[in-house]
């Protein structure tokens, strides 16, 4: 008879707790980032009390309650909300924005409401500062060591000498065999000087082409360095992607494709393979790694396709010195910052972190989550890799939660905790019976 009672209130234990965890849920519907959990229920082991004669395999057992196993989390994606503050940022998919208290602590976070503190570091509503990877002097971004970001908004930046280099550029794939397309792009050296790379592509046997690099109008010495050249002779394919390209100066081709994406542009004269990369004026340019393969689309940047030959976009990582005017963030939490003279330089990138068992991440206040044993180490990366999902600027995700499915819970938690409440108030009439029998 006792037995009975002790079931019903751990029903009524369970329930409670299954209405506090829905009772959170709705107070934070509003709560940037945050995401829902539920109360994952479990039987409590039952009592043998005997086994059936006859050698029945079926025993005669009596379940002993209930208890709440868990609280799992439900990392389903939150609805996304524009903003007028470029710092505000969103991951659609997975992964989790990394912030990091003054001790050294690292959090997880989905609540991405970023803002420049007063010396300009990233920093969440908490103050914990935003995690990311910096680039090095030549604007490259190092993603060996996570550190602090930071929005220089009003300093100055720079000079950054020009590293990287995407030309969007269609060669068109018909006409006469000595057809000519030349275009430019802008270049800055060590000093934050401008120069012009030329590039002049001469069609050689459709839909092919040779191709001449120049700085400033004068002539670049190919060298012995891998898939670097100042010429070479550029084939595609009959989809009018490039290819392969064959260098004149050591007689090598290079197959164009997603192990291979880019070629290097050095300057000046070889020294034993190695580029002297000094420039006229004093100062050192490249190498420039001429980038020909966009991994995102599996397409190459540089085609022959059945149309006019043009320059659709030319971006370079270099600029000349200036102030940090404003910034913008990109799908890949690559941070932006627009310069005084209208160049954009690379101020940093956010860091996503993944989780084998993100369901087992523990839950600490301020919309923050911490590594478990269960959960396992962070997996460090950028969005877009690696599984991870990829950034929206100027939004934020909204919570999760579904106040229709919340209340559809709470009415169903309110039953079960009326029945076991019943359940005890029955047993208790039975009860005063046997008494009164007595």
Wanted: proline content about 5%.
């Amino acid at each position: 008879m006792s037995s009975s009672f002790f079931v019903a209130l751990s029903g009524l234990r369970a329930n409670s707790t299954a209405l506090s965890v829905i009772g959170n849920n709705i107070a934070n519907s509003n709560t940037l980032g945050f995401k829902g959990s539920r109360a994952a229920f479990q039987d409590v082991f039952s009592e043998t009390v005997a086994f059936s004669s006859g050698g029945s395999a079926i025993p005669l057992q009596v379940g002993l309650g209930v208890k709440v196993a868990s609280t799992v989390p439900d990392f389903t994606q939150g609805t996304l909300q524009t903003t007028n503050n470029p710092t505000n940022v969103a991951i659609s998919g997975n992964g989790f924005f990394i912030v990091k208290d003054g001790s050294g602590a690292r959090f997880y976070t989905r609540a991405g409401d970023f803002l420049p503190d007063k010396d300009g570091f990233l920093v969440n509503s908490n103050g914990l500062r935003v995690q990311g990877y910096l680039p090095d002097s030549n604007g490259k971004i190092n993603q060996s060591t996570l550190q602090d970001l930071a929005i220089p908004i009003g300093k100055t930046q720079g000079p950054r000498i020009t590293t990287e280099l995407t030309l969007n550029t269609n060669l068109d794939s018909k006409g006469d065999t000595a057809f000519e397309f030349n275009t430019q792009a802008q270049i800055f050296d060590s000093l934050g000087t401008s120069h012009i790379l030329s590039f002049k592509f001469t069609r050689t046997s459709p839909p092919n082409y040779e191709f001449e690099v120049r700085i400033d109008n004068g002539p670049l010495d190919p060298t012995d360095a891998t898939n670097a050249a100042g010429k070479g002779i550029l084939e595609f394919n009959n989809t009018g992607q490039l290819s392969k390209i064959t260098f004149p100066s050591t007689g090598t081709a290079t197959n164009v494709d997603a192990n291979n994406p880019s070629i290097t542009i050095a300057f000046g004269t070889p020294t034993g393979g190695v580029p002297d990369n000094i420039l006229p004026n004093g100062a050192s340019a490249g190498p420039i790694t001429l980038k020909l393969f966009d991994a995102t689309t599996g397409t190459t940047n540089l085609t022959a396709l059945d149309a006019p030959s043009a320059t659709a976009s030319v971006t370079q990582n270099g600029a000349p010195a200036g102030t940090v005017t404003g910034v913008s963030i990109s799908s890949d939490g690559m941070i932006i910052g627009v310069l005084s003279s209208g160049l954009t330089i690379r101020l940093g990138q956010l860091a996503v972190a993944t989780f084998n068992a993100q369901q087992a991440l523990a839950r600490s206040s301020g919309n923050l989550f911490t590594e478990t044993g269960g959960s396992g180490q962070p997996i460090l990366g950028t969005a877009g890799s690696g599984g991870r999902g990829s950034i929206t600027g100027n939004a934020l995700e909204l919570s999760n939660i579904d106040l229709a499915t919340e209340f559809t819970n709470l009415i169903i938690a309110q039953r079960g905790f009326q029945s076991n409440s019943r359940v005890i108030s029955t047993n208790n009439t039975v009860l005063q019976d046997v008494l009164n029998l007595i």
